[in-house]
Structure formats: C-alpha cells, structure tokens
C-alpha cells in the first residue's frame, strides 16, 4: 500500500492540488464547469468515494490503473476529418516552473468546455490510463478533470510511483 497518495485526494475549494498552486499560467482563471457533478462511470464514483472519504486512495489508484480516460489531442491538419499528422499531440498545460501537466478527463463529456479555451484541441484519444503511462512515460504531471468539481492532480513524482504500481512484479 501507498499511503502517500492521501495528499491528492483532498476536496479543496480551488480544485487544484496545493503542490500545483501557482505554477499554471492561466489555469486559475477557469470556473468550475459545474456545480452538480453525477458521476457517469465507475472511475468517477470512485474518485468521488475517495474525495469524501468513503474508500482509501489506494482503492481509487486501483481504479485509476484499470481504467479508461480521454486525452485531448490536437488536430491541426484535417483532410475530410481525418487526421493528417501521424504523432499524437496532446494538451498539457505548462507550469511556472517550466514543467508540464498532462491534462486528462474522466470522459469525453468532461473534457467539451474545458478544451473550448484551446483552440484546435476538440477531439481527442479514449484509452487506458496504463496505456498512456506507458506510452508518454513520466516526468510531467496530469491533471485529472481541470475544471471539475471532482477531479485530482499528480505531480510528476507522484506519477512515477503510480506508474510503478502499474507494472508487473519482477
């Protein structure tokens, strides 16, 4: 078990994890996209049973690790709505400290308003949460829902120790 995971999964009254607090440019100016949020899938009642306190962090990491999420891409050339450019660029966000946070959804309902504010960022990539560990490494942060009500940050340490559980034992 990884205690430390207790520090992210906090309900807070900006929504941003404290670790984060001032490093986005721009980040701070967005609104939460609702007020009512209903959870819509299993990652989303788990992230609201941890917030409240219901089941540990460890069990929502759990979750995390088996799950689905939306990763805005995006689509700067389109032919017929077919991407021309064959290397993915998802949307990060850049921090003060010159670091980059991943920004990632629950689904791609969350992600509509958010990714209004970033030109050419409309479609996006649904795949497993390991999937993008795997692929994109570590050494940047994500933020899970920015703009939510319900949602978690990871710095990048934190990342490399979650992608650590997600491998297979040696």
């Known amino acids: 078990c990884h205690s430390s995971f207790t520090f992210a999964i906090e309900v807070e009254e900006c929504r941003f994890n404290p670790s984060f607090a001032g490093q986005y440019q721009n980040?701070?100016?967005?609104?939460?996209?609702s007020t009512d949020f209903v959870p819509q899938n299993d990652?989303?009642?788990?992230l609201v049973a941890a917030q409240?306190?219901?089941?540990?962090?460890?069990?929502?990491?759990?979750?995390?690790?088996?799950?689905?999420?939306?990763?805005?891409?995006?689509e700067k050339h389109q032919i017929g709505g077919l991407q021309?450019?064959?290397?993915?660029?998802?949307?990060?966000?850049?921090?003060d400290d010159d670091g980059e946070v991943l920004v990632l959804f629950t689904s791609p309902e969350r992600a509509k308003i958010f990714v209004n504010e970033f030109p050419g960022y409309?479609?996006?990539l649904v795949t497993e949460f390991t999937w993008i560990?795997?692929?994109?490494?570590?050494?940047?942060?994500?933020?899970?829902?920015?703009?939510?009500?319900v949602g978690i940050d990871?710095?990048?340490?934190?990342?490399?120790?979650i992608a650590s559980m997600s491998e297979p034992p040696h």
Not at 27 to 33: F, G, I, V
Not at 43 to 46: F, G, K, M, P
Not at 55 to 69: C, D, N, Q, R
Not at 136 to 141: D, R
């Open 27 to 33: 980040a701070w100016e967005y609104p939460p996209m």
């Open 43 to 46: 990652l989303e009642r788990r």
């Open 52 to 74: 409240e306190g219901q089941i540990p962090p460890e069990a929502f990491m759990e979750t995390l690790l088996g799950s689905e999420v939306f990763m805005p891409i995006h």
């Open 84 to 95: 021309t450019d064959t290397r993915a660029q998802p949307l990060k966000l850049q921090t």
């Open 122 to 124: 409309g479609g996006g």
């Open 133 to 149: 560990l795997e692929k994109m490494g570590v050494g940047f942060g994500i933020s899970l829902n920015p703009g939510e009500t």
């Open 154 to 161: 990871f710095d990048a340490q934190d990342l490399a120790q």
